[in-house]
């Protein structure tokens, strides 16, 4: 009956939710658009770089010569000639790191994982990977060369460069796998332990195959990041214009050397081939990170 | 900072049957079943398998391998470095001199280096740290969720692209348009030491400055990476306390995430000075080698470690020539060595990032 005769817009409590402040809005947009701005100008480079390497070297690369010829014999103001020397030594020196860096990393993050725990050497271990990942690609180079060709007295040669590209890929290889044998649950372990199967055969039958998806992901990924290396190949493998087999005698091309000899050559003919072994190189590395997303798409685990 | 939010993984330890009793006793409501199911007639000896014992000892001595290994890194470097820093005719840590031409006469110093290598980094850090920074912050908190996993597969990109790449790009396509930047800096701030007139050509572009901008590109997906992960780990439970409290979405991130990820964002940053420290192509294709010594302008040329040693590598012939440069790469290797265990050690200390 009675009805409150006073201001009727009035609340009973004060509200909620009040208006934000003006000072606390501009705070707010700005912030909004610091971050964005952030990221744009991150983007800036990445499509700069991208967009040149596309438009000097695109025109070289459709030239099917580029892909089935060396520079043998070539002058350096000649036009012509291909980089197939160089595209072949990539590709072997990377293959043969991997071949190398693969059950080396896969071991320790085997160790890691299953057997080290929280023992001392598993601690150490882990702190060795991460400096290990940060060592700069031309110290690796260093050592290799102080070993390889100071001490054992071997000469320049592919598969030096190879032995480098190990020290930076194992570190990847097994932060990726580690990552990955911790997800595999405890449960398939268990079952295959109450099924009476040794430790061992677990990890190679269970817990390897679970992960497998994931750790080919990173073993690629860690193949595209060793292929565009240049210090190592500066150190200790020579430059040559054709094409050798041959991983442990005489002077291999690679795209990145083949990059660092042309880059002084002022001619059309080094502007096509620097920009072209460019643009192949980062093809190359694309390619490699297109099949570890296919591989991780294809390959992973049904959950259903 | 004892969170119950962060679930902590369980403590592994080497046998199956120390922890994955354990784990599994949750699930077990019957009598817990040995994880062993070989009922050992002898406990306090069971039988190892062959198979076990190979396999196990292959993968600690993988483990053995790496630690080795680095050690091995270090002191194969400290040998090789010894007999030339003898025959070093001036002092090695503050000479400013470098000429390993003639071995029976080295002169060779690390100063200049090092006041290159630190200058080109420090400039890449302060550039790269608040775009890592706010870069990460968009990925996590800002970006479009749906965007968000493409806009991190961009930034990744970055650091996929081979350095030497960016070494050219920063040489021929870069530096260039540096030029009036860089001029309008030297007219008008010419008086500050940083920004004075450098002792190569400023025209193209092959100074400090440029090196310091490619490098700043080139580190930028690493602080972002670890940077990301670590606020992705935000509880989800301050985050909403504070969006209770009615903050907005910078209070959020100021109150909550930033707090919680400070530790790693330095951690981070760490680790991509440790890059920038050893980045070695871009930098010896990017910056000219100057006649007169460092003069702490950003427009000088001149030599960061790495870029010394790879622009001589291919003359590597005498073995004293070589030391020096082994040297060098030994006082490279320590400092990466010192800044990379700095980061790993601000994050060891935060559990909660685990």
Same mark, same amino acid.
């Given at each position: 009956?009675?009805?409150?005769?006073?201001?009727?817009?009035?609340?009973?409590?004060?509200?909620?939710?009040?208006?934000?402040?003006?000072?606390?809005?501009?705070?707010?947009?700005?912030?909004?658009?610091?971050?964005?701005?952030?990221?744009?100008?991150?983007?800036?480079?990445?499509?700069?770089?991208?967009?040149?390497?596309?438009?000097?070297?695109?025109?070289?690369?459709?030239?099917?010569?580029?892909?089935?010829?060396?520079?043998?014999?070539?002058?350096?103001?000649?036009?012509?000639?291909?980089?197939?020397?160089?595209?072949?030594?990539?590709?072997?020196?990377?293959?043969?790191?991997?071949?190398?860096?693969?059950?080396?990393?896969?071991?320790?993050?085997?160790?890691?994982?299953?057997?080290?725990?929280?023992?001392? *050497?598993?601690?150490?271990?882990?702190?060795?990977?991460?400096?290990?990942?940060?060592?700069?690609?031309?110290?690796?180079?260093?050592?290799?060369?102080?070993?390889?060709?100071?001490?054992?007295?071997?000469?320049?040669?592919?598969?030096?460069?190879? *032995?480098?590209?190990?020290?930076?890929?194992?570190?990847?290889?097994?932060?990726?796998?580690?990552?990955?044998?911790?997800?595999?649950?405890?449960?398939?372990?268990?079952?295959?332990?109450?099924?009476?199967?040794?430790?061992?055969?677990?990890?190679?039958?269970?817990?390897?195959?679970?992960?497998?998806?994931?750790?080919?992901?990173?073993?690629?990924?860690?193949?595209?990041?060793?292929?565009?290396?240049?210090?190592?190949?500066?150190?200790?493998?020579?430059?040559?214009?054709?094409?050798?087999?041959?991983?442990?005698?005489?002077?291999?091309?690679?795209?990145?050397?083949?990059?660092?000899?042309?880059?002084?050559?002022?001619?059309?003919?080094?502007?096509?081939?620097?920009?072209?072994?460019?643009?192949?190189?980062?093809?190359?590395?694309?390619?490699?990170?297109?099949?570890?997303?296919?591989?991780?798409?294809?390959?992973?685990?049904?959950?259903? | 900072?004892?969170?119950?939010?962060?679930?902590?993984?369980?403590?592994?330890?080497?046998?199956?049957?120390?922890?994955?009793?354990?784990?599994?006793?949750?699930?077990?409501?019957?009598?817990?079943?040995?994880?062993?199911?070989?009922?050992?007639?002898?406990?306090?000896?069971?039988?190892?398998?062959?198979?076990?014992?190979?396999?196990?000892?292959?993968?600690?001595?993988?483990?053995?391998?790496?630690?080795?290994?680095?050690?091995?890194? !270090?002191? /194969?470097?400290?040998?090789?470095?010894?007999?030339?820093?003898?025959?070093?005719?001036?002092?090695?840590?503050?000479?400013?001199?470098?000429?390993?031409?003639?071995?029976?006469?080295?002169?060779?110093?690390?100063?200049?280096?090092?006041?290159?290598?630190?200058?080109?980094?420090?400039?890449?850090?302060?550039?790269?740290?608040?775009?890592?920074?706010?870069?990460?912050?968009?990925?996590?908190?800002?970006?479009?969720?749906?965007?968000?996993?493409? /806009?991190?597969?961009?930034?990744?990109?970055?650091?996929?692209?081979?350095?030497?790449?960016?070494?050219?790009?920063?040489?021929?396509?870069?530096?260039?348009?540096?030029?009036?930047?860089?001029?309008?800096?030297?007219?008008?701030?010419?008086?500050?030491?940083?920004?004075?007139?450098?002792?190569?050509?400023?025209?193209?572009?092959?100074?400090?400055?440029?090196?310091?901008?490619?490098?700043?590109?080139?580190?930028?997906?690493?602080?972002?990476?670890?940077?990301?992960?670590?606020?992705?780990?935000?509880?989800?439970?301050?985050?909403? !306390?504070?969006?209770?409290? !009615?903050?907005?979405?910078?209070?959020?991130?100021?109150?909550?995430?930033?707090?919680?990820?400070?530790?790693?964002?330095?951690?981070?940053?760490?680790?991509?000075? !440790?890059?920038?420290?050893?980045?070695?192509?871009?930098?010896?294709?990017?910056?000219?080698?100057?006649?007169?010594? /460092?003069?702490?302008?950003? /427009?000088?040329?001149?030599?960061?470690?790495?870029?010394?040693?790879?622009?001589?590598?291919?003359?590597?012939?005498?073995?004293?020539?070589?030391?020096?440069?082994?040297?060098?790469?030994?006082?490279?290797?320590?400092?990466?060595?010192?800044?990379?265990?700095?980061?790993?050690?601000?994050?060891?200390?935060?559990?909660?990032?685990?």
């Amino acid at each position: 009956m009675s009805t409150n005769l006073a201001d009727p817009t009035r609340l009973a409590t004060p509200p909620t939710f009040q208006s934000v402040s003006v000072s606390r809005r501009i705070k707010n947009g700005l912030a909004t658009g610091l971050v964005w701005g952030a990221f744009l100008v991150a983007v800036i480079p990445l499509v700069w770089v991208l967009y040149t390497v596309l438009e000097r070297g695109f025109p070289v690369i459709l030239d099917g010569d580029w892909w089935q010829k060396s520079l043998s014999g070539l002058l350096a103001r000649q036009e012509g000639g291909g980089a197939y020397h160089a595209i072949y030594g990539t590709l072997v020196q990377g293959l043969v790191c991997a071949v190398i860096s693969v059950p080396i990393g896969i071991m320790i993050a085997i160790y890691l994982v299953e057997y080290g725990g929280r023992s001392k *050497l598993a601690k150490s271990t882990t702190f060795m990977v991460d400096i290990l990942t940060g060592v700069p690609s031309i110290v690796a180079a260093l050592f290799i060369y102080t070993v390889w060709i100071t001490y054992a007295g071997l000469g320049r040669s592919a598969f030096a460069v190879s *032995l480098a590209l190990v020290l930076l890929m194992v570190p990847v290889v097994v932060r990726t796998t580690e990552e990955m044998l911790k997800i595999v649950p405890d449960e398939l372990r268990e079952a295959s332990y109450a099924l009476g199967i040794p430790k061992w055969k677990t990890i190679v039958k269970i817990v390897i195959p679970t992960a497998l998806s994931g750790i080919l992901t990173g073993i690629m990924l860690a193949l595209a990041r060793v292929m565009g290396e240049t210090a190592p190949v500066l150190v200790l493998a020579a430059y040559a214009p054709y094409i050798n087999y041959n991983l442990f005698d005489g002077p291999m091309a690679s795209l990145p050397l083949m990059m660092v000899n042309e880059r002084n050559n002022p001619t059309q003919a080094g502007y096509e081939r620097l920009w072209g072994a460019a643009i192949t190189l980062v093809l190359i590395i694309t390619l490699f990170n297109l099949l570890a997303t296919v591989i991780s798409r294809t390959l992973a685990p049904k959950t259903k | 900072m004892n969170d119950p939010v962060v679930a902590r993984r369980p403590a592994r330890s080497g046998e199956p049957g120390a922890e994955r009793g354990v784990a599994a006793a949750p699930h077990a409501s019957e009598a817990p079943i040995p994880p062993t199911p070989e009922a050992p007639e002898t406990p306090k000896a069971p039988h190892v398998r062959p198979g076990d014992r190979i396999f196990r000892g292959l993968a600690t001595g993988s483990g053995v391998f790496i630690v080795a290994l680095i050690g091995a890194i !270090g002191l /194969f470097l400290i040998v090789q470095a010894i007999p030339s820093l003898g025959l070093d005719n001036v002092n090695f840590l503050t000479s400013r001199e470098w000429n390993t031409s003639n071995p029976e006469d080295l002169r060779f110093g690390i100063l200049d280096l090092l006041l290159v290598t630190v200058v080109v980094s420090i400039l890449a850090l302060l550039i790269a740290m608040p775009i890592a920074l706010g870069i990460a912050l968009f990925l996590t908190q800002y970006a479009p969720r749906k965007l968000a996993r493409p /806009f991190a597969y961009v930034i990744d990109l970055l650091a996929a692209v081979p350095s030497i790449v960016f070494g050219l790009w920063g040489l021929f396509v870069l530096g260039p348009e540096l030029y009036p930047v860089s001029q309008w800096l030297v007219d008008n701030l010419g008086w500050f030491p940083l920004f004075a007139k450098g002792n190569v050509n400023l025209q193209l572009g092959a100074t400090v400055f440029t090196a310091g901008i490619v490098v700043a590109v080139m580190i930028l997906p690493i602080i972002t990476a670890v940077s990301r992960e670590v606020f992705e780990r935000t509880p989800t439970m301050h985050v909403e !306390g504070a969006i209770a409290l !009615g903050a907005t979405k910078w209070e959020v991130v100021r109150t909550t995430v930033l707090p919680f990820g400070k530790a790693g964002y330095v951690s981070a940053s760490m680790l991509g000075l !440790g890059r920038a420290l050893g980045e070695t192509i871009a930098v010896m294709i990017i910056l000219s080698t100057a006649t007169s010594a /460092f003069g702490w302008s950003l /427009f000088d040329g001149g030599a960061t470690f790495a870029s010394k040693i790879a622009l001589a590598a291919p003359e590597f012939n005498d073995p004293r020539s070589a030391g020096a440069y082994i040297a060098a790469g030994l006082v490279l290797f320590v400092l990466t060595f010192v800044v990379n265990a700095i980061a790993r050690s601000i994050v060891a200390g935060h559990k909660e990032y685990e």
